[in-house]
T-cell receptor
Framework: GAGVSQSPSNKVTEKGKDVELRCDPI?????LYWYRQRLGQGLEFLIY????????KSGLPSDRFSAERTGESVSTLTIQRTQQEDSAVYLC???????????FGPGTRLTVL | SQQGEEDPQALSIQEGENATMNCSYK?????LQWYRQNSGRGLVHLIL?????REKHSGRLRVTLDTSKKSSSLLITASRAADTASYFC????????????FGTGTRLQVTL
């Protein structure tokens, strides 16, 4: 595709439910990243994929968060047993190789009631 | 946690004026990238400047980098109302680092 796409664009869920967020990177980009942005804040790094492997998971805030990437393409971020503090915009980015420009998707706004 | 600071946190100028935003950081970088964000959603990549570069231009944008002072600045010349947005600098570390570390951004308001 022309750019990074994410779905859903908005997600409202109840505390304790699980959610899955999807990211489709730019075709041919080997590196994929997940970030989180709380209201009025900058972005916080969550996880980085090179191909289908995740050499850097250091930003995942708890074991309720996990992510996978398949086919060196689409990635899914899963949050189990959501909490209100998980409410944020979750942004995905991809780059051709690491250490180059990262191109961001429009994000998924997650609201946990 | 986030490294460095951007200043000012907010900037209001009139159309046609220049806007300068500054970014400071604490650890060595491989490169520094500037992004624009409208309405709290998608980020648009503006410029990437590498640690061995001192200045880059793109249209009305000029970015400088001073690695000795660990600081960068973004200058927008002849601003337009459409430049109203939040601007973030993001640092990419050295070595095996791949993640970008963002500041809290500068909110720019350009009025007619």
């Amino acid at each position: 595709g022309a750019g990074v796409s994410q779905s859903p664009s908005n997600k409202v869920t109840e505390k304790g439910k699980d959610v899955e967020l999807r990211c489709d990177p730019i075709s041919g980009h080997t590196a994929l990243y997940w970030y989180r942005q709380r209201l009025g804040q900058g972005l916080e790094f969550l996880i980085y994929f090179q191909g289908n492997s995740a050499p850097d998971k250091s930003g995942l805030p708890s074991d309720r968060f996990s992510a996978e990437r398949t086919g060196e393409s689409v990635s899914t971020l899963t949050i189990q047993r959501t909490q209100q503090e998980d409410s944020a915009v979750y942004l995905c980015a991809s780059s051709f190789v690491r250490k180059t420009e990262q191109f961001f998707g429009p994000g998924t706004r997650l609201t946990v009631l | 946690s986030q490294q460095g600071e951007e200043d000012p946190q907010a900037l209001s100028i009139q159309e046609g004026e220049n806007a300068t935003m500054n970014c400071s950081y604490k650890t060595s970088i491989n490169n520094l990238q500037w992004y624009r964000q409208n309405s709290g959603r998608g980020l648009v990549h503006l410029i990437l400047i590498r640690s061995n570069e001192r200045e880059k231009h793109s249209g009305r944008l000029r970015v400088t980098l001073d690695t000795s002072k660990k600081s960068s600045s973004l200058l927008i010349t002849a601003s337009r109302a459409a430049d109203t947005a939040s601007y973030f600098c993001a640092r990419l570390g050295t070595g095996t680092a791949s993640k970008l570390t963002f500041g809290t951004g500068t909110r720019l308001q350009v009025t007619l």
